[in-house]
């Protein structure tokens, strides 16, 4: 409790960039993942070429190698000089950190949408159209409902697994909470201590989602 | 292909189609057009860019390297296997002193991120070797999701099976051993060989405890003044390896998907809960 207590300036900020870093990649991910379930559905088949070849190489490339890309690699193609982002090398890691996150976990999402939008019954849609409805009324009333059933829990856990990548950020030079253990041992402090609680912090993130996910899969199971 | 929301399109959203086609190749061309000219312009064509292919010295460590990721990869991937297949018996046992247990065991590592994980093993209690901390990491986070898909397996299958087997006078460990385990691991393959290409993908996170595995390789020959720092090539190099290595497992995968399904002996599930859990894996 005591390193808990007696780092409270190293924990407070770490926890918080590391929800704020979930947050911000949370939604870009979600925009972009959907956008990329767009086009693997859409009917021209040069927009499903592009979204299948995107998840195919992000989905196969492990995330710490994004990582390795954008915060190595990427500075030396001169997109980016080092005064685009605040100036700071802090600012430019926490940027680098959070479009690999975005990009990595939106292949993902892809994958979810575009299962969710499956597991609608054609039957369904075809059915609506002979009622004469639009294709909004269609999308709105028939097919999304039942998609969101097929679509929140396994999000979720998309979003789970999100939250837990974020500490792959700390070995990025970026700060949050995967990065208090080294702050920690600069102090003297003990290590292990520090990072139990930092898996403390994850555990009561992570047990209650998990938890909400169940008893929704489980409602809605019944549902259909 | 059969979408839900498009109907067959008539001749004007043909004419649409086609329009798209042209915009969404064009949008296509231009962003390859961008990555080579940024490509050009830094100066990543360079042949001293690539000229560290050429070393012998380099490519025997290179080969070392994905020796290592290999190792890694498959060490944890027997050990997780064990304890998913462990723990998954544990979280369906009757007893409560043994199923509550492993419930908690399976959710906890669940729910600690795998590089919280490492660090515990490699800084928080030094076990010595980063080979060790990777290993033993990669078992416990795999292995819990291995459990609940191994869980999720034997729950999906019919109940007749297990009535069944009862019926004709087989113990506990019987039902679960020669009737329940083998269907359910060949209803849940596809799942487990994903969760091993996650695997497979984790061990890169050695990189961050100095593991030399084939990241680490890559900002070694990436940092080197001699080769112009060729970070972008040997990323682009390492990067192949690891989806080469991926796409092989996944296809194998797929592979033995078609070939069970031809297979009588496996029971074929309404819905395959496969899915799922694969889902729940990243």
Known sequence: ?224 | MSSVLFDVPGPRARLRHRLYAVIGTLVLVAAIGFVIYRFAESGQFEGRKWSWLEYKNIQLTLIDALLNTLKAFGLGAVFALLFGAIFAAGQLSDHKVVRVPSMVVVELFRAVPLVVLIFVFHYGVSLGSPLYSVVLGLTLYNGSVLAEVFRAGVLSLPRGQREAAYAVGMRKTQVMRHVLLPQAVRAMLPAIISQLVVLLKDTALGFLITYDELLDFARDIGSQFQFGRPLVPVTIVVAAVYISMCLLLTWLATYLEKRSRRDKKVVVLEKNPAEDVVAAAV
């Open chain 1, 1 to 224: 409790m005591d390193v808990l207590l007696d780092n409270l300036d190293l924990y407070g900020p770490g926890f918080l960039n590391t929800v704020e870093l979930f947050l911000i990649s949370a939604v870009g991910s979600l925009v972009l993942g959907t956008i990329l379930a767009m086009l693997r559905v859409a009917p021209v088949p040069v927009m499903r070429a592009m979204g299948t070849a995107y998840v195919t190489i992000v989905r196969n490339t492990p995330l710490t190698l994004v990582f390795f890309f954008f915060a190595l690699a990427f500075p030396a193609l001169g997109i980016v000089t080092a005064d685009t982002f605040g100036g700071s090398a802090a600012d430019f890691f926490y940027t680098a950190a959070l479009f690999a996150l975005t990009l990595y976990t939106a292949a993902f999402v892809c994958e979810v949408v575009r299962a969710g939008i499956n597991t609608v019954p054609v039957g369904q849609a075809e059915a609506s159209r002979a009622l004469g409805l639009t294709f909004g009324q269609m999308l709105g009333s028939v097919v999304l409902p039942q998609a969101t059933r097929a679509v929140v829990p396994p999000m979720m856990s998309t979003m789970i697994a999100l939250l837990k990548n974020t500490t792959i950020a700390a070995g990025f030079s970026v700060f949050q909470a995967g990065a208090i253990s080294a702050n920690l041992a600069e102090r003297g402090e003990n290590q292990l201590i520090g990072l139990l609680w930092v898996a403390v912090f994850f555990v009561v993130l992570v047990i209650p989602m998990t938890l909400l996910q169940r008893s929704l899969e489980k409602r809605w199971s019944i549902a259909r």
